[in-house]
């Protein structure tokens, strides 16, 4: 089986992972699983700084892989929605910098992975971000209404969580979700990516490290609080039919 992560030391201190799981970045099983072993790694062995990008994909990621999601069982699909959650946590307190460069739109779970990194590059182009499961009659999962509410703010996380609205990288940098707009995302990040690793002693990393720690605990409060709700809503009638729909034609 091809991996769908990729790693790149860019020098000593900078490691790059790129996602490469097809032209979308369908967030799948066996894409959870490598960025789960890549985060024991870094956890283990933090860098000065980690760039996640989307690869050559056209897409930074369109979300969870629906075909494959679709065919799990009620424990496998409670086990993978468990499982992102922890992975965005694990992600937000990394202790080390980290920038995510968003060169493709990046909507759903694809748009929460990249909240989930400290800062955000986005392409300077015609792409979406936002949060699309109203429109399929699901909740947008707490963990991550807690993630965009700490990038944006508490109102700007219910807006986007509820109407489903899409954005422009224009409008994403209005509301704080993008720090950085730039014709190659990609490349910027890097040099984002850099100048935080050559600061001198730990401070930088330090200060991530407790605001990440403060932010990963209120993700999976937020988790345990509200995973069953989340959970109903996913499994309720009239989503299953839009989500089975959209997994129909993402198949064919």
Partial sequence: MEPCLSWENLDPSIVRLSLDNGSGNALSRQLVDELEGVLGDLEAAPPRALVLDGGNAKLFSGGFDLTE?????ARDTRRFF???????ARLTELPCPTVAAIHGTAVAGGFLLAAACD??????ADLKLGLTEADLGVAVPAPGQVLVAART????ALRLSTFGTLLTPEEALSIGYANILHPDAQAEAIVLARYLAEKPGGGVSVSKRLAGAALAQE?????????EAFYDSWMSPEA???LRSLASRLDG
């Fill in 153 to 156: 703010s508490p109102a700007v």
């Fill in 119 to 124: 800062f955000r590059v986005v392409q300077d």
């Fill in 219 to 227: 993700i999976r409060a937020a988790d345990a609080r509200g995973f």
């Fill in 82 to 88: 468990k499982r992102f959650a922890e992975l965005l």
């Fill in 240 to 242: 299953q039919q839009k």
């Fill in 69 to 73: 999601l679709m065919t799990f069982d």
